[in-house]
T-cell receptor, first 112, second 112 residues
Framework: DSGVTQTPKHLITATGQRVTLRCSPR?????VYWYQQSLDQGLQFLIH???????AKGNILERFSAQQFPDLHSELNLSSLELGDSALYFC???????????FGQGTRLTVV | GENVEQHPSTLSVQEGDSAVIKCTYS??????FPWYKQELGKRPQLIID?????GEKKDQRIAVTLNKTAKHFSLHITETQPEDSAVYFC???????????FGTGTRLTIIP
């Protein structure tokens, strides 16, 4: 157990819908990273938050947005879903100056 | 930004033999290079990492080497076992960036 909690584990939804994925980082970690992993693909960086502020943005679609709350949990919002958005979404957490990233179990999103 | 290339994409090795996976990076400012192992349907887990102030690090059957001049680093697994079968990802970052850039992954299969 990495200490990073993601909910839900599985999500099935229809095209055009909106979903919210949630991540609780390890106790004491200020950073939350979001990654997308499509079938048999690598880990694509989406966005990084540090202590509530956006720090870096990757290839994140405009239909996607994220935020980190005062209690440091983070949510990734995916809207106007398309079939191609089906993927495993991981969040990872890390502390200041600690670049080791601990991954959650992931949320498997299936868009039908 | 940082770009990490990883080779090979697939690798099959006879049990007991050694496996080598290679990565190159583009940003000379990168100073932290972790390796993650991802078993089927599971989260990526850190197996070994190396910082830019050392050229080699070993942990039992796993070792990582770093050549800063050539900007490449490699994962070496000796005496491979069936449980080593997984997808392996290399990554690179610098402390100021705090964003891990991953390679595209290597699917390692150990043949009994």
């Amino acid at each position: 157990d990495s200490g990073v909690t993601q909910t839900p584990k599985h999500l099935i939804t229809a095209t055009g819908q909106r979903v919210t994925l949630r991540c609780s980082p390890r106790s004491g970690d200020l950073s939350v990273y979001w990654y997308q992993q499509s079938l048999d693909q690598g880990l694509q960086f989406l966005i990084h938050y540090y202590n509530g502020e956006e720090r870096a943005k990757g290839n994140i679609l405009e239909r996607f947005s994220a935020q980190q709350f005062p209690d440091l949990h983070s949510e990734l919002n995916l809207s106007s879903l398309e079939l191609g958005d089906s993927a495993l979404y991981f969040c990872a957490s890390g502390g200041q100056m600690n670049t080791e990233a601990f991954f959650g179990q992931g949320t498997r999103l299936t868009v039908v | 930004g940082e770009n990490v290339e990883q080779h090979p994409s697939t690798l099959s090795v006879q049990e007991g033999d050694s496996a080598v996976i290679k990565c190159t990076y583009s940003d000379s400012a990168s100073n932290y290079f972790p390796w993650y192992k991802q078993e089927l349907g599971k989260r990526p887990q850190l197996i070994i990492d190396i910082r830019s102030n050392v050229g080699e690090k070993k942990d039992q059957r796993i070792a990582v080497t770093l050549n800063k001049t050539a900007k490449h680093f490699s994962l070496h697994i000796t005496e491979t076992q069936p449980e080593d079968s997984a997808v392996y990802f290399c990554a690179a970052t610098n402390f100021g960036n705090e964003k891990l850039t991953f390679g595209t992954g290597t699917r390692l299969t150990i043949i009994p």
